[in-house]
């Protein structure tokens, strides 16, 4: 089988090993560490990325496009365009993600997302299903659709569960509207990890949703109840939960930098996960855009409805590492456990991947010492490489 060494400086959990090694062999890591450990055989190609990190894939569990192509599209074709797309951010699994639409748009987009799944991808791997709304309250709808915001009855859950089977892997949904709890309840049943998000919970709504087994929340701060020191709300709550993860925005425009920082320093990297909740423009520059059946325009970045509301994101996981080691001062190890390891906790495949080390999968990325994404190998073959690109 075919062996890879890139060498550069590898991010472990724990440590960073400084002009380190990885090797692969065929679609698994066959050793990650210092080179005078290694013995070649001879036979290794020789990816040369000296004075640059070398980082685990990361997984992004909140994205609902890139490149043009949205996964409410409802296309196959739409989901390889982004899984190809998210490879040039140094992206090797993600959680396609859908939005509040019409039922039957939601169904359309999950099919679509069995076809893709069960074909052959050598880019980004759909990990599975991030269900983002229908079942959200509409005071905190942020760029959802109200007139789409359902509520969740037997008949739509079983619907679900039957199309989407187990790549459903997450629901963002407010445990305060009706019919939730007992959604939740039974999606964890199925487990499915319920996160609150687009929530108007107070502390004590939140405390029974945990205990019907919600155990994240979605995009903190962003469409849900502040703190208030005599009502907690969601964010309050996500704050005081140990047992709880959330993840951000950390694209410094949904969330102030200090606010970061706060909220890591009291997650701490292994209950903070950094997402994109990228959308169509992620890479296409200023313009206007269709987000979940209505207009977004995005100028310097910056993705906003008509009236002004943040409409998704054109933040991409490499840009979040960037900001939290630059902007929040967060050891490099620390922003990549976010970005990689602590998502591939979340969703139970820390076994196999979310860490550079022998016998996981071989998704990797190499980061510039600016955190530009160089290149990018999921399951051990060059899924991108900038200079292939930019000739
Ligand atoms: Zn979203």
């Given at each position: 089988m075919s062996k890879t060494i890139v060498t550069g400086n590898v991010v472990q959990t724990e440590r960073v090993i400084e002009q380190g090694i990885v090797v692969t062999e065929g679609q698994y890591i066959l050793f990650a560490g210092k080179k005078e450990e290694y013995i070649p055989t001879g036979d290794e190609t020789q990816l040369d990325f000296s004075g640059h990190w070398i980082i685990p894939g990361m997984i992004d569990l909140h994205v609902h496009g890139s490149a043009g192509h949205d996964v409410m599209d409802g296309t196959p074709d739409a989901l390889r365009e982004i899984s190809k797309s998210l490879c040039q951010y140094g992206v090797t699994g993600f959680l396609a993600t859908t939005m509040t639409a019409p039922w039957e748009h939601i169904v359309r987009a999950l099919h679509a997302i069995t076809v893709a799944t069960e074909e052959r991808n050598d880019y980004a791997q759909i990990l599975g299903v991030h269900l983002e709304g229908p079942w959200i309250n509409p005071k905190h709808k942020g760029a959802q659709k109200e007139e789409d915001i359902q509520q969740p009855g037997r008949e739509q859950l079983e619907s679900l569960l039957s199309v989407a089977q187990d790549r459903l892997r997450m629901v963002t949904l407010a445990p305060e509207m009706p019919g939730v709890l007992e959604a939740i309840r039974e999606l964890v049943r199925h487990g499915v990890i319920c996160s609150i998000g687009h929530s108007d919970a107070t502390w004590e709504e939140v405390r029974q949703a945990v205990g019907a087994g919600a155990t994240h929340f979605t995009h903190l701060f962003n469409a849900m109840r502040g703190l208030h020191h005599r009502e907690p709300g969601v964010v309050g709550s996500a704050l005081q939960l140990r047992q709880c993860s959330c993840d951000i925005i950390a694209d410094f425009v949904h969330v102030h930098?200090?606010?970061?920082?706060?909220?890591?320093?009291?997650?701490?990297?292994?209950?903070?996960?950094?997402?994109?909740?990228?959308?169509?423009?992620?890479?296409?520059?200023?313009?206007?855009?269709?987000?979940?059946?209505?207009?977004?325009?995005?100028?310097?970045?910056?993705?906003?409805?008509?009236?002004?509301?943040?409409?998704?994101?054109?933040?991409?996981?490499?840009?979040?590492?960037?900001?939290?080691?630059?902007?929040?001062?967060?050891?490099?190890?620390?922003?990549?456990?976010?970005?990689?390891?602590?998502?591939?906790?979340?969703?139970?495949?820390?076994?196999?991947?979310?860490?550079?080390?022998?016998?996981?999968?071989?998704?990797?990325?190499?980061?510039?010492?600016?955190?530009?994404?160089?290149?990018?190998?999921?399951?051990?073959?060059?899924?991108?490489?900038?200079?292939?690109?930019?000739?």
């Amino acid at each position: 089988m075919s062996k890879t060494i890139v060498t550069g400086n590898v991010v472990q959990t724990e440590r960073v090993i400084e002009q380190g090694i990885v090797v692969t062999e065929g679609q698994y890591i066959l050793f990650a560490g210092k080179k005078e450990e290694y013995i070649p055989t001879g036979d290794e190609t020789q990816l040369d990325f000296s004075g640059h990190w070398i980082i685990p894939g990361m997984i992004d569990l909140h994205v609902h496009g890139s490149a043009g192509h949205d996964v409410m599209d409802g296309t196959p074709d739409a989901l390889r365009e982004i899984s190809k797309s998210l490879c040039q951010y140094g992206v090797t699994g993600f959680l396609a993600t859908t939005m509040t639409a019409p039922w039957e748009h939601i169904v359309r987009a999950l099919h679509a997302i069995t076809v893709a799944t069960e074909e052959r991808n050598d880019y980004a791997q759909i990990l599975g299903v991030h269900l983002e709304g229908p079942w959200i309250n509409p005071k905190h709808k942020g760029a959802q659709k109200e007139e789409d915001i359902q509520q969740p009855g037997r008949e739509q859950l079983e619907s679900l569960l039957s199309v989407a089977q187990d790549r459903l892997r997450m629901v963002t949904l407010a445990p305060e509207m009706p019919g939730v709890l007992e959604a939740i309840r039974e999606l964890v049943r199925h487990g499915v990890i319920c996160s609150i998000g687009h929530s108007d919970a107070t502390w004590e709504e939140v405390r029974q949703a945990v205990g019907a087994g919600a155990t994240h929340f979605t995009h903190l701060f962003n469409a849900m109840r502040g703190l208030h020191h005599r009502e907690p709300g969601v964010v309050g709550s996500a704050l005081q939960l140990r047992q709880c993860s959330c993840d951000i925005i950390a694209d410094f425009v949904h969330v102030h930098p200090a606010a970061v920082e706060l909220v890591y320093h009291s997650k701490g990297r292994e209950k903070l996960l950094l997402i994109s909740d990228g959308m169509r423009a992620v890479g296409m520059g200023d313009g206007t855009f269709e987000l979940g059946g209505q207009t977004v325009h995005v100028h310097g970045c910056i993705a906003r409805l008509a009236g002004g509301t943040l409409a998704g994101s054109t933040l991409t996981l490499d840009r979040a590492v960037k900001n939290m080691v630059e902007g929040v001062g967060v050891a490099v190890q620390d922003a990549v456990y976010m970005a990689s390891t602590a998502p591939a906790e979340k969703l139970g495949i820390a076994d196999r991947k979310g860490s550079l080390e022998a016998g996981k999968d071989a998704d990797l990325a190499v980061l510039s010492s600016d955190f530009r994404t160089l290149l990018t190998m999921v399951k051990g073959k060059i899924a991108y490489r900038e200079d292939e690109v930019h000739g």
